[in-house]
């Protein structure tokens, strides 16, 4: 699991008759004296990925990712081959949103602290994800870039009652405005979402340290690098060279057939 400055990995699994290949890197940024960000790929297996966005101040932000990764890996793998995808994703992220309450009880300097999530599984009868917060879920289809996951915040809510135009978005004062969040008595149940994984594709799971610097059309461009690990590192460069404001955590999985 990556937590700190920078950490990358790489591994190949054999799953539900693909052998895809993946790659993540977690980076601080310019700006950023810490990195409260967290990922996990499952290793050696392959099965699920983590990423997690902390916020709360440096000691809250970084102990809720930590805690929420560290949460959904455990109680997956203690129950992987004993329920259905969905049940199984939500228990585990309802599991991490208790373990960040108690941790804030037991605290109370970090009683602010949250953090968002997305977790991505590929079981036995396909691939599916859930989320809470505004790291995100991509799919690369041919040179077609498609946001999977939903923001939870005011400007996507905004977006979509048309309130706010979609040009607006990446310079409005609320854009980071989250309405959900791990660590919060009041979590929404989260909704597990199949999704298709076809020859060719690659997914990315991001924070928004990525989406805040580079346009869709940027994360695009870099991720259908041939080279799976290249293409995460030049995600991950190429959002410290547009001022890096934030922390930046990519995971990226490319299915290996070619369509």
């Given at each position: 699991?990556?937590?700190?400055?920078?950490?990358?990995?790489?591994?190949?699994?054999?799953?539900?008759?693909?052998?895809?290949?993946?790659?993540?890197?977690?980076?601080?940024?310019?700006?950023?004296?810490?990195?409260?960000?967290?990922?996990?790929?499952?290793?050696?297996?392959?099965?699920f990925?983590?990423?997690?966005?902390?916020?709360?101040?440096?000691?809250?932000?970084?102990?809720?990712?930590?805690?929420?990764?560290?949460?959904?890996r455990?109680y997956?793998?203690?129950?992987?081959?004993?329920?259905?995808?969905?049940?199984?994703?939500?228990?585990?992220?309802?599991?991490?949103?208790?373990?960040?309450?108690a941790?804030?009880?037991?605290?109370?300097?970090?009683?602010?602290?949250?953090?968002?999530?997305?977790?991505?599984?590929?079981?036995?009868?396909?691939?599916?994800?859930?989320?809470?917060?505004?790291?995100r879920?991509?799919?690369?289809?041919?040179?077609?870039l498609?946001?999977?996951?939903?923001?939870?915040?005011?400007?996507?809510?905004?977006?979509?009652?048309?309130?706010?135009?979609?040009?607006?978005?990446?310079?409005?004062?609320?854009?980071?405005?989250?309405?959900?969040?791990?660590?919060?008595?009041?979590?929404?149940?989260?909704?597990?979402?199949?999704?298709?994984?076809?020859?060719?594709?690659?997914?990315?799971?991001?924070?928004?340290?990525?989406?805040?610097?580079?346009?869709?059309?940027?994360?695009?461009?870099?991720?259908?690098?041939?080279?799976?690990?290249?293409?995460?590192?030049?995600?991950?460069?190429?959002?410290?060279?547009?001022?890096?404001?934030?922390?930046?955590?990519?995971?990226?999985?490319?299915?290996?057939?070619?369509?």
């Amino acid at each position: 699991m990556g937590n700190g400055l920078e950490n990358d990995g790489v591994r190949i699994q054999d799953e539900i008759g693909m052998v895809p290949v993946f790659f993540g890197r977690s980076d601080r940024g310019c700006v950023r004296s810490s990195n409260q960000d967290s990922y996990y790929m499952d290793d050696p297996g392959g099965r699920f990925f983590v990423v997690a966005d902390g916020m709360g101040g440096h000691a809250g932000g970084e102990e809720a990712s930590r805690l929420a990764a560290e949460t959904i890996r455990d109680y997956l793998q203690r129950h992987w081959d004993g329920g259905a995808p969905q049940a199984l994703l939500q228990a585990a992220i309802e599991k991490a949103n208790a373990a960040i309450l108690a941790d804030q009880l037991a605290h109370p300097v970090r009683r602010d602290s949250g953090t968002t999530v997305v977790v991505l599984g590929f079981f036995a009868d396909g691939v599916w994800f859930a989320h809470i917060g505004d790291s995100r879920l991509y799919r690369l289809r041919a040179k077609d870039l498609t946001q999977i996951s939903e923001d939870h915040t005011w400007i996507a809510r905004a977006v979509s009652a048309g309130a706010v135009a979609p040009e607006e978005v990446r310079v409005h004062p609320w854009r980071h405005m989250l309405l959900q969040c791990l660590g919060r008595e009041d979590l929404k149940p989260v909704e597990p979402v199949r999704i298709e994984f076809a020859p060719g594709d690659r997914l990315l799971m991001c924070s928004d340290g990525l989406t805040e610097e580079l346009t869709g059309d940027r994360i695009a461009y870099h991720l259908a690098n041939p080279n799976l690990q290249m293409a995460v590192n030049n995600l991950v460069d190429a959002a410290k060279a547009k001022g890096g404001r934030d922390n930046i955590t990519v995971v990226a999985i490319a299915h290996p057939e070619i369509p």
